[in-house]
């Protein structure tokens, strides 16, 4: 009864397991896949990391991922985002958005290179509501493709 009182002994409610401590939440032994891809800084907020695990465009260790499940040092993260997949393992799990240069030391980046601005165009971009495309278009996308 007097833990009730005083409010000591019971539990923050806070639901992550991390305490409530200054430093608690930066690292743990595991944290949320969502929390940790926006924490890492692959993208620019939660809400984007959690909606690209819905969508099934995050992977852990080759499995399509929720945005509660958790990630541990060693896992492979694959996540699909702005046109490009990145590839990281995880070297430390955090559970707090950390600076570009802490961040830059919790994953190893195994992604391929972005493409370049030749290779970006090089890809045939039509006119929204163009329609299809014609037996020329085609042939000029062939032979742009180098088929």
Sequence with gaps: MADHA?????STGTGTGTGSSAGAGTETG???VDAWIWSVRLTKTRSIAA???RAGHVKVNGERAKPAQSVKAGDEVRLFHAGRERIVVVKRPVTKRVGA?????????NSP???????????G?????????????????NT???R
């Design 30 to 32: 595991s944290a949320r």
């Design 6 to 10: 005083t409010g000591k002994g019971a």
């Design 51 to 53: 909606t690209a695990c």
């Design 113 to 123: 290179p972005p493409p370049t601005a030749v290779e970006a165009a090089a890809v």
């Design 101 to 109: 240069p802490v961040a830059a030391e919790c994953f190893v980046d």
């Design 125 to 141: 971009i039509r006119d929204r509501g163009a329609g299809r495309p014609t037996k020329r278009d085609r042939r000029e996308l």
């Design 144 to 146: 742009l493709r180098g």
